[in-house]
């Protein structure tokens, strides 16, 4: 894997080596076939080799990602439109899991529409 700097965190993503050089192996894994004897290989539709991975995973360190999803599992106001949480891991999470946002688990509160949702499809 290659070494990365750390970008700071107003730098937009798409400025940064890591996604120059994703980008540019665009072009040299365009030409990857999902076919190859005869058997196709289903990597969910998308053209990716060992180096594009590690290019990938440059990139997810340099976006710092690991921390994203951290603030994100913490529920952290990271909509910074609607200065609020993103609670997308709620909507996945079992019923007993515990996710909190302002200081309230709100996985009762998901299940509780999840299980109206259901009771509502299940009458149609």
């Known amino acids: ?3 990365t700097a750390v970008v700071s965190k107003s730098a937009l993503i798409s400025e940064t080596p890591a996604w120059t050089s994703l980008k540019d ?3 040299q894994i365009n030409k990857t076939h999902l076919e190859y004897d005869g058997v196709v290989v289903d990597f969910s539709r998308q053209r990716a080799t060992h180096e594009t991975l590690d290019k990938l ?4 360190k340099e976006a710092r990602l690991k ?3 951290e603030v994100m599992f913490n529920g952290e106001h990271i909509n910074t ?10 909507l996945r999470a079992p019923q007993h899991e ?3 946002c302002d200081g309230k688990n709100v996985v009762p509160d998901v ?6 949702i259901k009771d509502f ?4």
């Open 57 to 60: 995973l440059v990139l997810a």
């Open 98 to 100: 515990q996710i909190y």
């Open 111 to 116: 299940w509780g529409v999840l299980d109206k």
């Open 25 to 27: 192996h665009l072009g």
């Open 1 to 3: 894997m290659q070494a």
């Open 67 to 69: 921390e994203k999803i």
């Open 81 to 90: 439109t609607e200065d609020r949480s993103v609670l997308h891991v709620a």
């Open 121 to 124: 499809t299940d009458r149609l």
